[in-house]
């Protein structure tokens, strides 16, 4: 990752400095993502090899971001690393080689942001942190792989007004203003919105948040995410 002195960095979308954790067995990893955060403008509070390593340093302290290594050497699992990180009150990215498809669904699946491969260049990798840190989900080749590769994944079947309520919805609207703008009644999205909730726990992927929901929507391209390829060019 030498030439992390020399990207330039994403632009940063508050004016809050992005606090970000990493968790990844290799020092060589672990320096390169702590130089290319600091270069970006990113405070880096504490860089560790294993998740739990991670939690005893942060001492109570809260991330935004938690870039998590996917494999990690010390035997942990996927799921208990991501909610290890997730329990700290941070946002977890996966960072990988991603040539794992089970382990980076069962990563989504426990909670995870998104994930990013080692192999992006060092400007789409804090292009995603950036991302992450203002509560978005990222949804770039690697996600929809895992999720077309889960035969256990099922689309929630939604009819075209809830599929408006829930994109007006997810995309932070509060609901009186969904209701405004479709021209139906509080109550009756209010209605919808309480549908889409059983129609996702139908089919395994509950949604009782309005996070939740929001990760719905980046699944079922009801709406999107990051644009790595836009990323790249630092658009």
Not at 8 to 37: K, M, N, W
Not at 167 to 187: D, E, T
Not at 205 to 232: F, H, M, N, Q, S
Request: glycine share 8%; aromatic share 2%; net charge negative.
């Amino acid at each position: 990752m030498s030439h992390a002195a020399t990207d330039p960095a994403p632009s940063i979308p508050t004016d809050a400095t992005v606090r970000v954790g990493i968790v990844d067995d290799h020092e060589s990893v672990r320096l390169g993502l702590q130089a290319a955060c600091e270069n970006a403008g990113y405070e880096v509070l504490f860089a560790a090899a294993t998740a739990q390593a991670l939690v005893d340093g942060l001492a109570g302290r809260t991330c935004d971001v938690i870039v998590l290594d996917l494999s990690l050497g010390d035997g942990s699992l996927v799921t208990d690393n991501v909610h290890l990180a997730a329990s700290t009150g941070s946002a977890v990215l996966v960072h990988s080689i991603a040539d794992r498809v089970a382990s980076v669904r069962e990563a989504l699946a426990a909670g995870a942001a998104g994930v990013i491969p080692k192999s992006s260049p060092t400007t789409t990798v804090m292009a995603a942190v950036a991302s992450v840190a203002r509560g978005d989900v990222l949804n770039n080749l690697e996600w929809a792989t895992a999720i077309d590769a889960d035969r256990d994944f099922a689309k929630a079947q939604l009819g075209r007004r809830e599929r408006d309520v829930l994109h007006l919805y997810a995309s932070g609207l509060p609901l009186k203003m969904v209701a405004m703008q479709l021209g139906i009644a509080h109550s009756t999205a209010r209605e919808y919105l309480d549908r889409i909730r059983v129609k996702y726990v139908e089919v395994g992927r509950p949604a009782p948040t309005k996070v939740d929901l929001l990760r719905r929507a980046v699944e079922d391209g009801i709406l999107p995410g990051l644009d790595v390829t836009e990323a790249d060019r630092g658009v």
